[in-house]
């Protein structure tokens, strides 16, 4: 490789660094179209293809990369970030579990192991995988939130906390960490501090629409606790009206009674709702009533059911960034 | 004749495919020369020649040519100019125009000039008809597009460029006026109401939508120089030592002052330090924040000007008070900037009774771009058909209208992540504009 060529992997590298995939993958063919015995070369590429989503040429670039340098971990643990998105978990275990024999030492190899063996579902590798990265990088916030990652798949929600918590001491603004925070929080049945922490991870990072999407999950099921309380305050209302009208006032009274605690519950459930969260709060009740206006109690009640039982909040790839690795 | 016309035909689709075989080329010259169309033959001549400058059979075709010219010769011409000429091979987006025009570049031998006896006039009023206008406003009165003033809207390598050369946007340059020109062409009036010129503007929007060219357009309105940094420039100095280079850049701007300094894709340049793992890039943004404090604390005559796609990347620093503190949403083009945009983008097009209007109502939300691959997809298919049907047409509207069909915008990922920061990256209010525009838009 000459040392032009050497300049231009440079300035690719920098090009991924600033996220800039497509022209990095642009300049990086042009490069290795001159010098395709370039194993760096080839793993920027496969960094870049990862970039831009195009998994299936991530995996070749990056098997390319391993078979012109058969000593590096780093086209491995490529392919097996590119496999886990591709839904091929096991064979993402495989290619793991070589980056990991090639570059023991080396706390990415061990988080790539431990995202892969997640997604296979075998947790005891990757709590062990989790445990090897703590013990070879404790100062990195990225171990932390993987750490973490694991031990909440393996439904240990406190240790999942503590890890979080971890990767936040050292890097507060680690959106990544925030999100699983979040995650955690809902585990938990803590609907606002869910909220709390999507909110700050999507305020952190913007542009990453995972945080948005959970951010928006968790408010819509604090709002639709508070929602219902106050339907049904509403139906009690209606119904004493209708008892008293009937000539019931007895009974009417004796249902006016409930009224009190029931705002008391209400207001307490609106000021459960982080402050952050409550300018949100219109907009997604908005949405829900406008869906739901025929059909209001019912499909409000529908509504929450699937809220709960259907969507989970999303937890992005961002910490693959961990398993690759920036551009060395 | 009609054999000749088919032997013509098949050369000319013969040519299109091999457009590098000159003996080919130069048969149908001589073919075209003897059916009678001699422009189209000039045409391909002058094509040969590009590519052999030397070439002694097509340098003798044209010198007989040129001495053999009658005035009926260029009356069949005039009529035969616009087929002539579409008939050429489309030139692609950014190649040379020269293949589809007279032969340029290459040293002609000298031909002794005919006497100019020919009554162009009287050829006009007879062709009056026969052509229709390339462009037709709602009045009715065909526009060319060739008033006084060019109405190109987005050609940044004018030079000259100014506000005025950018059409619609009327509100974007109502605001640079208020914000910065104003201040800066009124100094006793600035002093007066202690406007300060302190800090720099930042332009952001979609990409495509004419950041750049507005930012040419401004440095243009105040007579300055024009240095402009841009993200490849930004990557060269990454590689080598960035601070000194970035120090040099403002150094340059302050000797030749008034300067302005456009700062291109500054989210590259100027990106989260918490975001950047390498410390060359992060030295880098710091430099910039000195040089930007420098600017502020003295440096008169030197203005600041940066726009990027992506303002929630910058590092937070650079939005600070005397830095790039002022911004500016710069939205998807507007009815009149659309229409401007087609109009440029098909002005050296074979097109004929294009509603310039009713296209620039089809593509709200498109950026200039997107218009720009309209115009593409309509010559292409433009073309297409008449490889096919052996019958050399125009661009019509109907071309256009089906590229627009095909064409999807591009800014949709753009505003779904705008989306994101709107709702929850808005806390100071930095992006109320783009708030409203998205709740106008129903986005929101």
């Given at each position: 490789m000459t040392s032009e060529q050497g300049v231009e992997l440079n300035r690719a590298s920098l090009m991924i660094e600033l996220g800039r995939h497509g022209e990095a993958a642009r300049l990086l063919s042009a490069v290795l179209a001159a010098d395709p015995e370039s194993s760096r070369g080839w793993c920027l590429l496969s960094r870049a293809h990862l970039g831009n989503g195009e998994l299936a040429a991530a995996v070749s670039a990056g098997n390319r990369a391993s078979a012109l340098d058969?000593?590096?971990d780093w086209p491995h643990r490529l392919v097996s970030t590119a496999l886990i998105s591709l839904d091929r978990s096991g064979d993402a275990v495989a290619a793991a579990l070589q980056a990991r024999r090639l570059?023991?030492?080396?706390w990415r190899s061990h988080v790539c192991l431990a995202q892969a063996a997640t997604a296979d579902g075998r947790f005891e590798l990757a709590t062990e995988a989790a445990q090897a990265a703590l013990a070879l990088a404790p100062e990195q916030a990225d171990v932390h939130v993987t750490a973490g990652k694991v031990a909440l798949s393996c439904g240990d929600v406190t240790e999942a906390r503590l890890r979080q918590e971890a990767a936040l001491a050292i890097d507060p603004s680690h959106s990544g960490a925030l999100n699983e925070l979040g995650r955690v929080s809902l585990r938990s049945r803590d609907a606002a501090a869910a909220a709390q922490h999507f909110l700050r991870a999507a305020s952190i990072s913007?542009?990453?629409?995972v945080f948005g999407r959970n951010s928006e999950l968790a408010v819509r099921r604090l709002a639709l606790r508070a929602v219902g309380g106050i339907l049904l305050a509403l139906a009690l209302l209606a119904a004493i009206a209708a008892l008293t009208a009937a000539g019931h006032p007895a009974i009417a009274a004796g249902l006016g009674l409930t009224e009190a605690p029931l705002a008391v519950w209400i207001a307490v459930r609106i000021r459960a709702v982080p402050k952050p969260a409550r300018r949100h709060l219109p907009r997604l009740l908005a949405g829900r009533w406008r869906l739901a206006w025929p059909l209001t109690p019912i499909a409000m009640t529908r509504a929450a059911a699937f809220d709960r039982g259907q969507k989970n909040p999303e937890c992005p790839q961002d910490g693959n960034a961990a398993a690759v690795g920036s551009c060395r | 004749m009609d054999d000749q016309h088919a032997v013509i035909a098949s050369l000319r689709n013969a040519v299109s495919a091999l457009p590098d075989d000159l003996a080919l080329r130069m048969h149908l010259a001589r073919l075209l020369l003897t059916a009678g169309y001699p422009d189209e033959a000039v045409t391909h001549l002058g094509a040969i020649l590009q590519a052999d400058p030397a070439n002694s059979d097509a340098l003798t075709l044209l010198a007989s040519r040129h001495a053999g010219a009658s005035p009926a010769a260029e009356a069949g011409a005039a009529t035969g100019a616009s087929a002539a000429t579409a008939a050429s091979p489309a030139p692609a987006a950014?190649?040379?125009?020269?293949a589809g025009q007279a032969p340029a570049g290459p040293a002609q031998p000298a031909v002794p000039r005919q006497p100019d006896a020919f009554d162009w006039a009287e050829a006009e009023a007879e062709l009056s008809d026969v052509l229709p206008p390339m462009f037709i406003t709602p009045e009715g009165a065909s526009a060319?597009?060739?008033?006084?003033?060019?109405?190109?809207?987005?050609?940044?390598?004018?030079?000259?460029?100014?506000?005025?050369?950018?059409?619609?946007?009327a509100e974007v340059k109502a605001r640079l006026e208020s914000a910065f020109l104003a201040p800066m062409r009124n100094p006793e009036l600035r002093k007066l109401y202690g406007k300060s010129l302190r800090g720099g503007l930042l332009l952001y929007g979609p990409?495509?939508?004419g950041k750049t060219f507005i930012a040419r357009a401004v440095a243009g309105e105040l007579g300055a120089r024009f240095m402009a940094v841009s993200f490849a420039d930004v990557v060269d100095m990454y590689v080598g030592s960035s601070e000194r280079n970035i120090h040099e850049i403002f150094e340059t701007a302050r000797e030749n002052s008034p300067c302005v300094i456009f700062l291109d894709e500054v989210d590259a340049i100027g990106q989260k330090r918490s975001q950047l793992r390498s410390t060359p890039m992060r030295s880098a943004v710091n430099q910039l924040l000195l040089e930007l404090d420098d600017v502020t604390n003295g440096n008169d005559g030197v203005f600041v000007l940066a726009a990027t796609?992506?303002?929630?990347?910058?590092?937070?620093a650079l939005r600070r008070p005397g830095r790039l503190d002022r911004t500016l949403l710069v939205l998807p083009p507007d009815q009149e900037a659309r229409a401007a945009v087609f109009r440029y983008h098909l002005r050296d097009r074979p097109v004929a009774g294009i509603q310039l209007a009713a296209l620039a109502g089809r593509t709200d939300g498109y950026s200039a771009a997107d218009i720009a691959h309209i115009c593409e997809s309509a010559a292409e298919l433009a073309l297409l058909d008449s490889a096919r049907t052996g019958q050399v047409r125009m661009i019509g509207q109907d071309d256009l209208l089906a590229a627009v069909g095909q064409v999807r915008p591009s800014l949709g990922p753009w505003f779904e992540s705008a989306r994101n920061v709107a709702l929850f990256a808005n806390d100071g209010g930095s992006y109320d504009d783009l708030a409203a525009y998205l709740k106008k838009r129903k986005m929101l």
């Open positions: 058969p000593t590096s570059g023991p030492h080396f913007p542009q990453n629409g | 950014g190649a040379a125009p020269a060319d597009g060739e008033s006084g003033r060019p109405a190109s809207a987005f050609d940044a390598e004018r030079p000259g460029l100014v506000l005025a050369d950018v059409a619609g946007m990409p495509g939508c796609n992506h303002p929630w990347d910058i590092d937070s």
